[in-house]
């Protein structure tokens, strides 16, 4: 069984201290999302939370990237967080704005706070239906009352993929039982880091490397057509060498940190 299609990245390209250890030594700022563009072909934007952007700024970054490439979009935390998805004026104008990014815009992420139960259940049926139609999302729970039949059906009737997220609110093993459950067209995945693996990253290694392991084995037996998966640089320390681990695990090449050169012509 060939399984379905999965797209590996980081969250965020934009770290000073991946010079040297993933991009080269002395390259520069502006040239970090090209040369991200080189190793991985998608990326979550964990910046858009605080504030979106003008639509100027997608548009400089879409110029960046080849065709191929993906950006998912997490939806600012003016909508999700203080305006706890009852104002979708902003929401709008944001998904509006990320059209800069033109066939390169991918699922955009609605991720609800901690304190956001199933009570508010009627705040995400109103919200789902406003949202653009012919945009892509992905809603990210952190409240485990919501990890049931019902939210899944929710999603599925909205169009909406479930995002699994890795982390204090939701443990390895339960986050691989909830994606064995999923179907449809997308699911998205994201690895965090947890307090107890902050405090020794080194010693968490060669856990999370059997954590991965278990995730690739069960990729291919999903019920879905594509994965996204995304890492956090707290989930081991480096999310480029995460990414590339897991790329490996799953059997494709990834591309070494040796081959971006700065000089090379990027497109």
């Given at each position: ?25 002395g390259a520069r700022s502006g040239d970090w999302l090209e040369l991200y563009a080189r190793a991985f072909d ?145 699911l998205y995945l994201r690895w965090l880091g947890t307090p107890r693996h902050q405090r020794d990253l080194a ?65």
């Open positions: 069984m060939a399984g379905p299609r999965v797209r590996v990245g980081t969250q965020g390209w934009s770290y000073g201290h991946w010079g040297g250890r993933f991009y080269p030594a998608v990326v979550e934007v964990d910046s858009t939370f605080y504030g979106p952007p003008p639509p100027e700024r997608f548009g400089a970054w879409r110029r960046k990237v080849p065709d191929h490439f993906t950006f998912t979009l997490k939806m600012p935390g003016e909508v999700t967080h203080q305006g706890r998805l009852r104002d979708t004026r902003l929401a709008l104008r944001f998904c509006d704005d990320a059209r800069a990014l033109e066939e390169c815009l991918g699922p955009i992420l609605i991720q609800l706070p901690p304190d956001f139960s199933p009570a508010e259940r009627s705040a995400v049926t109103s919200f789902l239906p406003v949202l653009p139609g012919d945009l892509s999302y992905a809603m990210e729970f952190r409240d485990r009352r919501w990890f049931e039949p019902r939210t899944l059906e929710l999603l599925a009737d909205a169009g909406v993929a479930m995002a699994v997220s890795v982390g204090p609110w939701l443990a390895e093993r339960q986050a691989r039982d909830l994606a064995a459950a999923l179907s449809g067209r997308l010693a968490a290694a060669a856990e999370r490397d059997d954590e991965l392991t278990s995730w690739a084995e069960l990729i291919p037996s999903l019920a879905v057509d594509e994965v996204l998966a995304f890492f956090n640089n707290d989930y081991q320390g480096h999310s480029p060498g995460s990414a590339r681990r897991f790329q490996a695990l799953l059997g494709q090449e990834p591309v070494s940190p040796d081959d971006l050169d700065p000089q090379f012509e990027l497109f």
